[in-house]
């Protein structure tokens, strides 16, 4: 370290005068260097999101809908509330469930939190307000609504014609489920991963890649 020619008194980095006597210093005083500037690190690195898949949907989708039976069903069974009262209940639930969480978690329900995915709008990747988010919850809700009017009714020791009943009965339940199984199997062949609520809304489903 140098050392004021005047008075014997250390000199420190970036120092023009002297702490003590006052005089100039026995060096030229230099600025700081600034710090390097790396562009590359500041900007976000394309590629690191990607559309949610399929499976990984499905399981989000499995998982909520674990949660959202137990919600409903248990308050059912203690109400031992019949068919119809059960379905308006689970319509209800189904509908805030997905419009809330979308909305007010992060783009995430419960199911897509844990396996990572979140829910964004289509254009410009940003978050689902609430007047989107029940858009989509809303069509999801109403084409599960159209597979959840007819009671399948059961036999315990059915008969030849009440066996061909039910079979009947099965075709007539599927034929109304199809809207239903359309819009969640959508998202298995579409380019955009999207089922039909999320285009009707204009939302996707994205997931981050892991690093390497």
Known sequence: M???SNCGT???????????????????????????????????QPGLVD????WWRALSFIVDSLIVGAVTELPAHVMSASFYPTVALSLIV????WALFITYWNGQTLGM????IRCVTKDG??????????????????????????HFQTYKNPTAQQTTH?????????????????????????????????KVAQTVAIRPRKLM
């Open 166 to 198: 039910a079979a009947h009965q099965a075709l007539i339940l599927f034929a109304l489920l199809v809207p239903h199984l359309l819009d969640l199997l959508w998202a298995a062949w579409d380019k955009d991963n999207q089922t039909l609520h999320d």
């Open 125 to 150: 990747r940003g978050p689902v307000n609430l007047q989107r988010s029940m858009v989509r919850s809303a069509t999801y809700s109403f084409l599960l609504l159209i597979g959840s009017l007819y």
């Open 10 to 44: 250390q000199e420190m980095v970036a120092q023009q005068f002297c702490s003590t006597c006052g005089a100039a210093t026995s060096r030229p005083f230099a600025e700081p260097a600034p710090l390097p500037y790396f562009a590359a690190d500041s900007a976000p």
């Open 113 to 116: 939190r844990l396996v990572n």
């Open 2 to 4: 140098p050392y004021c």
């Open 94 to 97: 189904i509908f805030f469930y």
């Open 51 to 54: 559309l949610a898949g399929f």
